[in-house]
């Protein structure tokens, strides 16, 4: 039995999308149940093992209703986070590697015949099989149905503009919410693949404070094996990383940037002053 404050607790907009289900009455599918509701109170009864990465990504709130179509059962999960880039950083956890995404919501990926993911906005949709299986055409349909109703934009989080476009290899774009490249102190670091030369990979990263006053004080409190340097006159900490090379933080008015998987000093600066002079 569902309690009034988990109800009350769910945003009106999130309530009044799964509640019209006019969207699922397309096509002969038919509801079958009610709608599920999960919080961060009792998440783990849903999700026991991955339950703490989703409350740890600011995850709101949780509803599933399964529904049948002919002989294809289908359940539809829609989680609703606190933020575009905390959703992206879920969505990028699960989602399949490599994948190509559908040009339907923020990203979407189909893992045929069993599952279909979408992105967008603040909300991260799950769609399984339970009984029958998935096809392109049922699977794209549906996902276009439920981004056309989910409100809000199918824009990126703004944190990606930070990071720059050229060089970066398509679908690289990733979130690591702690212990990015293996360390401890490197936390909410959104990051992508980039190419300078023909099957030579690095990543650049950002990494997310509350605001410019917050990177700096982030920069100076790096652990004494970050040495200290400057490019271009910006203050960088520099790192050498056993087995995948050095690597890097500079701080610039959008914030703190990074880089990765460097062979050398040469390299470093080579890649920065790409970071720095992109717009």
Known sequence: MKSIRTILSISLTFALFLSDQSFLNLSGRSPRGEIIYFSRDNLWEHINGAADQYLDLGFKHLQILDFQQEALSLSIEINEMVSGLNTFGIFALERSVPFQSLAIGSQSVLSLPEQA???????????????????????????????????????????????????????????????????????????????????????????????????????????????????????????????????????????????????????????????????
């Open 117 to 279: 993911l979408l992105l967008k906005n603040i909300f991260y949709v799950k769609i399984y099989a339970l009984e029958d299986e998935l096809t392109e055409s049922s699977a794209t349909m549906l996902l276009k149905g439920i981004d056309d109703y989910l409100p809000g934009h199918n824009q990126v989080p703004e944190e990606f503009h930070t990071l720059p476009k050229s060089g970066r290899k398509k679908n690289s774009e990733c979130f690591a919410r702690e212990a990015f490249l293996g360390l401890n102190e490197l936390q909410n670091c959104l990051y992508a693949v980039y190419e300078d030369e023909p099957g030579t990979e690095f990543r650049l990263f950002r990494i997310v404070t509350d605001s410019l006053a917050g990177s700096e004080a982030f920069l100076y409190s790096l652990p004494e094996n970050w040495t200290d340097s400057d490019i271009q006159s910006y203050p960088v900490r520099m790192i050498t990383i056993p087995f995948q090379g050095l690597a890097a933080i500079v701080l610039k008015d959008r914030g703190l940037l990074g880089v990765s998987d460097c062979r050398n000093k040469t390299e470093i600066i080579k890649r920065f002053n790409f970071l720095i002079n992109s717009p």
